[in-house]
């Protein structure tokens, strides 16, 4: 029997062949139609007649298929990549076919308008409301031709992501530089040293191996001081999969850019929508592209004028400490880091000894326990990928599991880059019981060294946290509808709620005494450490603020305004006019950053990058209630816990966020906890 089809709680990964997916996926999507055609000859519809045995088809593939996903992003091999890229539109086939399912439609409508309805929960009403809306999103009352073309539309835009995606990844693996005399990287600190040299090791090489993994390029850019030598990786890293670089255009993604953009606006005018950016919003928060726009532009107003001071300072003191008259893009992290170590006497190498992950995470858990009254645990009996991977338990006030999650944290070869939380079983009641959420959380932080635990810097700390935030949107859930439990359902615009809320806490006191504990002697981080790291926190919050509206705006604006007519230059042209607008850093004409640009391109944020921004508003003014009330002392945990965690999807986010606050979420905690100061002034939602 093909191990993939054995009925499993948790995955195997062990047992994952790449010979075994094509079959046992052919397998369960036979299952599923013939299921289905089944469930469409009865007479009548309910609940459980219909929905549940849909959930489960659903269900039955997310099982399958999450795995060999997951596996994809963080063990990649030629071998998988052949068998995911065959996979992948049958998976295409069979999602628009059910979508586009009239019979199944009708019968779904059907449980809506009958009498049951309004005797059902809301998760319930919830999870067929928004199973309605996305038939017609699907294109379901098309006609034939439509329909066709529409499938052929989705199966076309699965297949382009997923190359845009890998092309970046080799693009980024297929370039390294050794280093042989050490004196070429002065200023690096030991630990980047340590990791440059044990990279060499790896490949079976003397000296030190730089490459374009995240916390590589970093580190040079942030602390090497040959300029000549930042220059060099940083050419590379904006060049990655385009037609510049050293690649020679072999992992080029500017027509596959193309391409997308023109699959995307295809599925949106056959639609009827006018173009993808107005599609996209028909599942989000934001009700129209101008007030999103509106909302964008916005904070552009407010913040560019505090990112033009940030960018003069620098500027000034470049010139004055360090002669540079030309800052160059270059020298802004590098400049940046010098001057934050000058102003607030404080550099990465000064926290990261008191933040070893084997006090980071616990601290993390005693947090987790103290806001919502749970426990976690690990499991060393799982079946993992990898032996770096980590996995717990997670138990309620009783005892009780209520769910999982495995830990994947370090930078290497054939992982995707990024940090990420992606679900692997959602939560659902079943005949036999309720089956428990189970999540990956993923990072790329810097190895472990020489056996010791690894040390993550500050700005890592906030990424876990963040991460772990989405992981337990996706756990907590107390939904038993798979459709609207846990992340599932929640507006996209809204779904960066919880793990933006997280990253507060990297900033409390209280919690920093948890989460910090020297390496060496377990000694917290010094309270004179403690502040003047909070002190520099919205150290060039204005730079920073402009980047994500940078990019925010050329995601929505390029959705909005592609057409037939589109060029790559086009695109570049569009990203040029954003910066012009709202960009305040220098800038060089030959710096491809969407050609990686993965959120838009490879993952699920297309017309939506705004949403990080958007959901900050949530998330900020939802911390002003625990400002407001106490951190940890007051009930607002169990408020954030019942009305937001534990609700999923199962309502729209407007309502949850009322019932949690009391009122509609205002735009002046995020300017105050950004330093952009300015007055009130209330932002619709």
């Not at 459980?48 to 399958?64: Q, R, T």
């Not at 693009?171 to 690096?188: P, Y």
């Not at 893009?329 to 001057?339: A, F, G, N, R």
């Not at 020297?518 to 502040?531: A, K, R, S």
Request: glycine share 4%; charged share 25%; aromatic share 10%.
């Amino acid at each position: 029997m093909n191990p993939l089809l054995a009925e499993y709680t948790f995955p195997l990964f062990s047992s994952i062949k790449p010979a075994d997916i094509e079959p046992a996926l052919d397998c369960v999507l036979q299952q599923n139609r013939v299921a289905l055609t089944s469930l469409l000859q009865q007479s009548t519809y309910t609940w459980e007649n219909l929905m549940m045995p849909l959930e489960e088809l659903s269900v039955k593939l997310h099982k399958l298929w999450a795995p060999v996903g997951h596996l994809h992003s963080v063990m990649d091999s030629q071998e998988l990549r052949d068998i995911y890229s065959r996979c992948l539109p049958k998976l295409t086939d069979y999602a628009t076919e059910v979508a586009q399912n009239e019979n199944l439609y009708k019968a779904v409508q059907a449980v809506k308008d009958s009498r049951q309805f309004v005797l059902l929960t809301q998760a319930q009403q919830q999870t067929i409301n928004h199973a309605l809306r996305d038939f017609r999103l699907s294109g379901v009352d098309l006609p034939l031709v439509k329909k066709q073309e529409f499938a052929e539309l989705q199966k076309q835009l699965s297949q382009l992501t997923t190359t845009f995606s890998q092309n970046v990844l080799d693009a980024t693996q297929s370039w390294t530089l050794l280093i042989n005399d050490e004196k070429e990287l002065t200023g690096l600190n030991e630990y980047a040293l340590v990791s440059a040299k044990e990279a060499a090791e790896s490949k079976g090489k003397q000296g030190y191996l730089l490459t374009l993994e995240f916390p590589s390029y970093l580190a040079v850019m942030q602390y090497a001081d040959d300029r000549v030598l930042r220059q060099k990786i940083y050419d590379v890293y904006v060049t990655r999969a385009s037609g510049l670089g050293p690649d020679q255009g072999k992992h080029d993604n500017s027509q596959v850019m193309l391409a997308i953009l023109k699959v995307r606006r295809s599925i949106a005018t056959v639609l009827n929508f006018k173009n993808y950016s107005e599609y996209s919003l028909a599942t989000k928060m934001a009700d129209s592209p101008e007030e999103v726009l509106s909302f964008l532009r916005d904070l552009a107003r407010r913040s560019k004028p505090l990112a033009e001071q940030d960018m003069k300072e620098l500027r000034a003191f470049a010139k004055a400490e360090h002669g540079i008259d030309d800052l160059k893009p270059w020298d802004m992290t590098y400049y940046s880091e010098k001057l934050r170590e000058q102003r607030f006497a404080i550099s990465d190498d000064d926290v990261r000894p008191y933040f070893p992950i084997t006090q980071v995470l616990p601290g993390l858990f005693k947090l987790l326990n103290t806001l919502y009254g749970i426990t976690i645990a690990e499991n060393k009996t799982a079946d993992v990928w990898h032996d770096e991977v980590k996995f717990f338990e997670v138990k309620d006030k009783s005892g009780q599991a209520i769910g999982y999650f495995y830990i994947d944290l370090y930078a290497r070869e054939h992982k995707r880059g990024g940090a990420w939380m992606d679900d692997c079983q959602v939560r659902h009641k079943t005949n036999t019981g309720i089956e428990l959420p189970i999540a990956f959380v993923v990072c790329n932080f810097s190895r472990p060294l020489a056996g010791k635990a690894a040390l993550l810097t500050h700005d890592e700390v906030t990424t876990l946290f963040h991460e772990f935030g989405h992981a337990f949107h996706h756990l907590l859930t107390k939904v038993d509808c798979a459709d609207v439990a846990g992340i599932n359902g929640v507006a996209w615009d809204a779904v960066e709620l919880p793990s933006q809320f997280m990253e507060n806490w990297c900033w409390q006191p209280d919690v920093m005494v948890w989460i910090s504990g020297h390496h060496e002697t377990g000694e917290p981080l010094p309270d004179v450490l403690f502040q003047r790291l909070l002190t520099a926190k919205n150290y060039q919050s204005g730079l920073q603020m402009m980047r994500q509206l940078e990019f925010a705006l050329f995601d929505f604006i390029l959705h909005q305004e592609f057409d037939e007519h589109f060029t790559a230059q086009k695109i570049q042209e569009i990203l040029d006019a954003v910066r012009a607008e709202v960009a305040v850093v220098p800038r060089v004409d030959y710096n491809r950053f969407q050609h990686s640009f993965t959120h838009i391109f490879g993952g699920g944020y297309a017309a939506g990058y705004y949403s990080y921004k958007w959901a900050e508003v949530l998330s900020s003014d939802a911390f002003a209630k625990f400002e407001e009330t106490g951190l940890l002392e007051s009930d607002a945990g169990l408020a954030f816990l019942e009305n937001i965690l534990e609700m999923g999807g199962s309502e729209d986010m407007k309502v949850l966020y009322r019932k949690f606050r009391g009122r509609d979420a205002t735009i002046d905690a995020l300017l105050r906890h950004s330093g952009i100061l300015e007055e009130y002034i209330p932002l619709p939602l």
